[in-house]
């Protein structure tokens, strides 16, 4: 049982490129999220998906696309990215009312 | 959009006892949870509270006062383990999205 698991752990873009963030959980979680962490400003959501199929956006979703690809698995994807967008994001997937976060993906946009 | 209010650092040294306080705003309140993350760890889930009063789980407790919009989270016999940032994080309805508060650092030392 490995709980919620992200690829890649750290990532370099150079502005303007591409990217998407690998998200998946294996403890039948209806519910998925995507934060950004930033220092100083706690967690931030960004997309969160309720059930397989549905997705809504957070607080900060501006630059980003998400797909919910099944129940497992959630993407964050980054079409053009920003300097603005250099965090740690963290995926996560809830059962009641606690959260299981990943490992985090370290990304660095230059 | 919506904040949570908790100091940004406390120390203490080991055996003592720390409160975590953390002020929420009251439109929408579902629950108040507590989180732990280590440095360049992920954040892991340690207390929850939908209603008034104590929740007790070994060495950490949480509190919760609805009516005066304010929890805290009680960490008793400290260990320099503990030494962590500690989030509390407002959800608006049952199972969902969190939105945390900025963090308290928690620095214990011998």
Same mark, same amino acid.
């Given at each position: 049982?490995?709980?919620?698991? @992200?690829?890649?752990?750290? @990532?370099?873009? !150079? ?18 999220? /995507?934060?950004?962490? =930033? &220092? ?19 607080? %900060? &979703?501006?630059?980003?696309? %998400?797909?919910? +690809? ?12 920003? &300097?603005?967008?250099?965090? %740690? ?12 976060? #990943? &490992?985090?993906?370290?990304? +660095?946009?230059? | ?13 080991? #055996?003592?006892? %720390? ?12 629950? *108040?949870? /507590?989180?732990?993350?280590? =440095? ?9 509270? $939908?209603?008034?009063? *104590? ?18 989270? *009680? ?5 320099? !383990?503990?030494? $962590?940032?500690?989030?509390?994080? @407002? ?5 969902? $999205?969190?939105?945390?508060? !900025? ?8």
């Amino acid at each position: 049982n490995a709980g919620v698991t @992200q690829t890649p752990k750290f @990532q370099v873009l !150079k502005t303007g490129q591409s990217m998407t963030l690998q998200c998946a959980q294996d403890m039948n979680h209806n519910s998925m999220y /995507w934060y950004r962490q =930033d &220092p100083g400003m706690g967690l931030r959501l960004i997309y969160y998906s309720a059930s397989e199929g549905t997705t809504d956006k957070g607080e %900060v &979703p501006n630059g980003y696309n %998400v797909s919910r +690809l099944n129940k497992r698995e959630f993407s964050l994807r980054l079409e053009s990215a920003a &300097p603005s967008q250099t965090s %740690v994001y963290f995926c996560a997937s809830s059962f009641q009312e606690t959260q299981y976060f #990943g &490992p985090g993906t370290r990304l +660095l946009v230059l | 959009g919506q904040s949570l209010e908790q100091p940004s650092e406390v120390t203490a040294v080991e #055996g003592a006892i %720390v409160q975590i306080n953390c002020t929420y705003q009251t439109s929408g309140f579902y629950g *108040l949870s /507590w989180y732990q993350q280590h =440095d360049g760890g992920a954040p892991t889930f340690l207390s929850y509270n $939908a209603l008034d009063g *104590l929740e007790e789980t070994g060495r950490f407790s949480s509190f919760l006062s609805r009516s005066d919009s304010y929890g805290y989270l *009680l960490l008793q016999e400290l260990q320099m !383990k503990d030494s $962590a940032s500690y989030f509390c994080a @407002q959800s608006n309805q049952a199972g969902t $999205a969190l939105i945390f508060g !900025k963090g308290t650092t928690l620095s214990v030392s011998s």
